[in-house]
């Protein structure tokens, strides 16, 4: 489903048959929580909300890239401490490598799939990193034993695209914080393989959303409503 722009972006919910912030409540407990449409379909409905199912998947694919949109320019500045580390996920029925980064309070910094684990990705996900508003220059980064990590890193340092001061520490220990904050992730991903990352576009917004932010939608939304 492609995501709508929407013309006027004071008035995102213009022409739905629901107020914003039941919207914005179902959006927020699907990626928060390990529910299904179907489960929330069921919620609403105790609270006096006839919904179908469909009607909360739309609103999902809708809403979900915007809310991140608008989320990230609020976000504290992070630590100069990181955490780098990949696991793999099976997004309909193809696994796929989830890199993630964490700083040292455990707030999540930003994330990016990939069909494969090399050097190439490794780098388009450091950049990434380092282009956020958000994110402060680390002083050192901590990660596996994964030897991606090192060549890549040293490459954009040479190029400029890095800060020259970061330095990289391989002690596996070290990303303890980060392998346990990976069960959130993967806990879900169980529990509705086919529903939760049912496409690139609304585990992008997942990522930043859901896993860590220091602020809720709703906040967000409303500021700029």
């Keep these: 489903m492609a995501n709508k722009k929407h013309k006027d972006a004071s008035q995102p919910f213009k022409w ?11 959006v927020t407990w ?6 299904s449409y179907r489960d929330l379909k069921e919620i609403a409905a105790e609270r006096g909300l006839k919904l179908d199912h469909s009607t909360i998947y739309r609103w999902v694919q ?3 890239p915007e ?14 401490s990181w955490k780098l580390d990949e696991t793999y996920i099976k997004i309909k029925g193809v696994w796929h490598y989830l890199y993630r980064a964490i700083d040292k309070q455990g707030n999540t910094l930003d994330w990016m799939l990939s069909r494969n684990r090399n050097k190439q990705s ?9 282009g956020n508003i958000h ?9 596996d034993k994964s030897p991606t990590f090192p060549p890549a890193l040293s490459e954009l340092q040479k190029e400029n695209e890095a800060p020259q001061k970061t330095k990289l520490r391989a002690i596996k220990y070290l990303n303890n914080k980060m392998e346990n904050d990976h069960k959130f992730t993967k806990s879900k991903s169980r529990y509705r393989q086919s529903i939760f990352f049912n496409s ?3 585990a992008r917004w997942n990522g930043s959303y859901a896993y860590g932010t220091k602020r809720s939608g709703s906040q967000c939304w409303e500021r700029h409503s």
């Design 16 to 26: 739905k048959h629901a107020v914003g912030e039941i919207i914005l409540w179902l």
């Design 30 to 35: 699907y990626s928060r929580y390990a529910l």
């Design 62 to 64: 809708e809403y979900a």
């Design 67 to 80: 809310i991140n949109k608008r989320i990230k320019p609020f976000l504290k500045s992070t630590n100069d």
């Design 122 to 130: 490794v780098k388009r996900f450091f950049k990434k990193l380092f």
């Design 135 to 143: 994110t402060t220059d680390p002083r050192v980064i901590n990660v």
């Design 200 to 202: 690139k576009k609304y």
